[in-house]
């Protein structure tokens, strides 16, 4: 019974790092909202890939675009010029609304790019001494896992035993606005603050409202970028195209990733001013894949799906839908679920639970036996991001699984 299954789980476990614990399912198809086993069984996806697959599994458009693509060039490195990465630039900018970009592959190097931008900009432009910029970042922050972004983690896991770590930063509590501008205050040579405007991984943790506006007008008033991972909030998927864009908050430096491609390819960004990304010159940063061809064309495949099929406005009428569900028929019905949080279509339930215990997980597990999945971000909060272009009708089957999953659980 579910050999197939097994089988690729052992052989992931035998050959592959174990650097992750997924849940058990092998999944070899998707479509749309939908995703399929090795056994052929069907479930919705309430992950899309920790909000990459916004736009849904395998959308034809963006699968054209890479196809068509792919047999015209791939990569060229940049080496050399291209034909696509201009296009890409000048469409990417507009689209978002910044001077310039600096195209990279992942999450994590984006924000790397990022800290290094604000810093040399720092040095360059604003007259702070030579190694002393300091970067302001958030309690229970989640930027990626390379050496320098989890120097400023608080995720013992994540930072344990990975020393020496870099330095640089000053860690305050999210949305608290006296402690960001006491630390600026207090801190001479502050650059920047990294702030991500809804704490994904940290188990979708919204700010006060007001809180993102007011954080940008203390930056702007100290000369401090203020820069907006959105690698998780990004693209349509809390019910604007920018989760900042709910408080109209432009940040000096935007970073981007996952949806950027839809999940078809690694593809992500930092957008900023021109005044900004000039301080970069030839050879201080890049990456071999960084801006490529078919990143190129799938990017702009998978941003004219947001815009055709009005994406961002679907997330935020099938969020506002989902929660007010959830909350009549089980928040209120159930002593187990506390409460449902988020926007647009990023939202998480939190468990009346310790946060290490394995009940969110429990859970999960149930709700894939009964079609649908999702993951736990600890062991209380489990985060449901379904892609963005789901009906209403299978939004309302969805909150039915749910409820009926975690009732039974319940029981
Ligand atoms: N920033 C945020 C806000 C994220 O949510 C993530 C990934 N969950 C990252 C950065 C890292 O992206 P990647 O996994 O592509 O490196």
Redesign the pocket.
């Known amino acids: 019974e579910n050999k197939l299954s097994q089988q690729a789980i052992d052989l992931e476990n035998e050959y592959g790092a174990h650097n992750y614990h997924p849940l058990p399912v092998v999944l070899s198809k998707g479509e749309g909202v939908f995703v399929w086993d090795v056994e052929g069984k069907r479930y919705y996806d309430f992950l899309s890939a920790?909000?990459?697959v916004n736009q849904g599994h395998c959308h034809p458009a963006i699968i054209g675009a890479l196809k068509t693509q792919a047999e015209s060039l791939t990569l060229t490195s940049r080496a050399f010029y291209s034909d696509m990465l201009g296009k890409y630039e000048q469409f990417v900018t507009n689209y978002f609304g910044f001077d310039k970009v600096l195209p990279m592959n992942?999450?994590?190097?984006?924000?790397e790019t990022a800290i290094k931008l604000c810093r040399k900009y720092a040095y360059e432009k604003k007259g702070i001494a030579e190694n002393e910029a300091q970067i302001i970042v958030c309690k229970n922050?989640?930027?990626?896992?390379t050496t320098t972004?989890i120097s400023f983690s608080n995720d013992e896991v994540a930072r344990k035993n990975f020393g020496p770590y870099t330095s640089g930063f000053l860690k305050i509590d999210y949305d608290n606005l006296e402690a960001l501008e006491e630390t600026i205050k207090a801190n001479k040579n502050v650059a920047g603050f990294l702030v991500?405007p809804i704490?994904?991984?940290a188990g979708v943790y919204v700010p006060s409202e007001g809180y993102l506006t007011k954080a940008k007008e203390i930056c702007e008033k100290h000369g401090v970028l203020f820069i907006a991972?959105?690698?998780?909030?990004g693209v349509a998927r809390t019910g604007q195209l920018l989760a900042v864009n709910h408080e109209n908050v432009k940040p000096d430096i935007l970073?981007l990733?996952?949806a950027l491609s839809g999940g078809v390819y690694?593809v992500?960004a930092v957008f900023s001013s021109s005044e900004i990304m000039d301080v970069i010159r030839p050879g201080q940063h890049g990456s071999t894949f960084g801006g490529n061809p078919l990143a190129c064309a799938v990017a702009i495949a998978a941003l004219n799906v947001v815009t055709d099929e009005n994406l961002a406005e679907k997330a935020e009428e099938l969020g506002q839908l989902f929660r007010s569900e959830i909350n009549t028929r089980l928040v209120e019905k159930s002593k187990f679920v506390s409460l449902v949080r988020g926007k647009g279509l990023l939202n998480a339930i939190v468990i009346n639970d310790d946060e290490d215990s394995s009940t969110a997980w429990d859970i999960c597990i149930k709700l894939r036996d009964n079609g649908l999945l999702a993951k736990p971000t600890h062991g209380n909060i489990i985060r449901f991001a379904p892609p963005l272009v789901m009906t209403k009708e299978q939004l309302l089957e969805c909150v039915s699984i749910i409820e009926s999953t975690i009732l039974e659980f319940e029981n």
Not at 141 to 145: A, K, L
Not at 229 to 233: A, I, K, L, W, Y
């Open positions: 920790y909000s990459a992942t999450g994590a190097e984006a924000v922050n989640f930027h990626g896992r972004i991500e704490q994904g991984e991972d959105e690698v998780q909030t970073i990733g996952k690694p992500s």
